[in-house]
């Protein structure tokens, strides 16, 4: 984390904000909390489209994360343009997810803070967080199980 800046600030990024991201956020906050570092990192989630907005996250989302010991919490937003500047790290979900919000960055002035959660995993071999939304348990224990790693991966990182 640069030193000259307090909080380090990480915003996670999926397409409705209900199912991915939040899990990000949810797991992420736990992690930094338990880890005692959560006056130096900032934790906040977003979706590239508003449809969700003011919404908690899927209740499968919810129940699986709940069923791994994390407290739920969280409502939608969409993604503004502000939060390039605001944050000093984008993580987004997937390929299409990314390039939303690099097409959001016009001039590519913050095209080094935008980047795929993934590449954070450390045992998981992923090239983005599937969605689960249209799918089934299996899906969303997935996703979670993913997140966790590259959550996992990301604090390491930011730790060092």
């Keep these: 984390m640069p030193a000259d800046r307090k909080p380090y600030r990480v915003l996670f990024v999926c397409m409705g904000n209900i199912c991915r991201s939040p899990a990000a956020e949810i797991v992420f906050r736990k992690m930094v909390d338990e880890a005692g570092l959560n006056k130096r990192i900032e934790i906040d989630s977003a979706g590239t489209i508003g449809f969700h907005a003011g919404k908690g996250p899927d209740p499968r989302m919810a129940e699986t994360l709940r069923r791994r010991g994390y ?9 503004r343009v502000a939060d390039l500047v605001d944050f000093d790290l984008i993580l987004a979900a997937d390929q299409e997810n990314l390039s939303d919000l690099r097409r959001l960055d016009r001039d590519g002035s913050f ?5 795929l959660l993934v590449d954070y995993c450390q045992d998981i071999e992923a090239d983005h967080v599937p969605d689960p939304y249209y799918g089934g348990d299996a899906g969303f224990e997935h996703v979670a199980d993913i997140v966790e ?11 060092s």
């Design 71 to 79: 407290p739920i919490a969280g409502r939608s937003r969409q993604f």
């Design 149 to 159: 790693d590259a959550c996992g991966g990301l604090l390491e990182r930011l730790s």
């Design 111 to 115: 095209r080094n803070k935008i980047q």
